[in-house]
T-cell receptor, first 112, second 118 residues
Framework: KNQVEQSPQSLIILEGKNCTLQ??????????LRWYKQDTGRGPVSLTIMTFSENTKSNGRYTATLDADTKQSSLHITASQLSDSASYICVVSAKGNTPLVFGKGTRLSVIA | GAVVSQHPSRVICKSGTSVKIECRSL??????MFWYRQFPKQSLMLMATSNEGSKATYEQGVEKDKFLINHASLTLSTLTVTSAHPEDSSFYICSARESGHSYNSPLHFGNGTRLTVT
């Protein structure tokens, strides 16, 4: 069964600190992996998309990594800001016209 | 960047009434749009795939007669929750992919509609 598991479920960090969120998946055959940021009461916003051949991709203070062999991805946030407080969702797509598989997200709270 | 507009953002309705939610792609054409439902602290759950000019494809367990989808143009899809009940209260989100783009292209999400059925 195609699944996406994220950890931790929630995380609280001090402003200015770094953090890393994890995503493990069993989706096959793998097409791409996406990280989204979802503010409370809003729709998800795309941060990165990575295909099989990409190991790392950055978007400002966000850096995503992908290990297609171990089926793991991480999202690293550098120098966190209060506005980074949100849910971060890992989404994996299988090849072909199949539904995306969503993780439950990691709820990040950045505090002053 | 590509923008998906969803309306209304919030709606409160009485049990038994119907509610229509609109999803518009503002600056691109979307042959395919997707409708999701999200309960608190849960993942987005795909309800149906909306295809312009044809019938929507519903996920298992989603009643097509209760959740009516119309995708009449390349920029508009609507979801109508018919005979709403309190258990239909949820956060409904649409997304769209630009026509002609591959599956590796970004999905653009609307800002969601918070439905509360009293």
């Amino acid at each position: 069964k195609n699944q996406v598991e994220q950890s931790p479920q929630s995380l609280i960090i001090l402003e200015g600190k770094n953090c890393t969120l994890q995503c493990n998946y069993t989706v096959s055959p793998f097409s791409n992996l996406r990280w989204y940021k979802q503010d409370t009461g809003r729709g998800p916003v795309s941060l990165t998309i990575m295909t099989f051949s990409e190991n790392t991709k950055s978007n400002g203070r966000y850096t995503a990594t992908l290990d297609a062999d171990t089926k793991q991805s991480s999202l690293h946030i550098t120098a966190s800001q209060l506005s980074d407080s949100a849910s971060y969702i890992c989404v994996v797509s299988a090849k072909g016209n199949t539904p995306l598989v969503f993780g439950k997200g990691t709820r990040l709270s950045v505090i002053a | 960047g590509a923008v998906v507009s969803q309306h209304p953002s919030r709606v409160i309705c009485k049990s038994g009434t119907s509610v229509k939610i609109e999803c518009r792609s503002l600056d691109f054409q979307a042959t395919t749009m997707f409708w999701y439902r999200q309960f608190p602290k849960q993942s987005l759950m795909l309800m149906a795939t909306s295809n312009e000019g044809s019938k929507a494809t519903y996920e298992q367990g989603v009643e097509k007669d209760k959740f009516l989808i119309n995708h009449a143009s390349l920029t508009l899809s609507t979801l109508t929750v018919t005979s709403a009940h309190p258990e239909d209260s949820s956060f409904y989100i649409c997304s769209a992919r630009e026509s002609g783009h591959s599956y590796n292209s970004p999905l653009h999400f609307g800002n969601g509609t918070r439905l509360t059925v009293t």
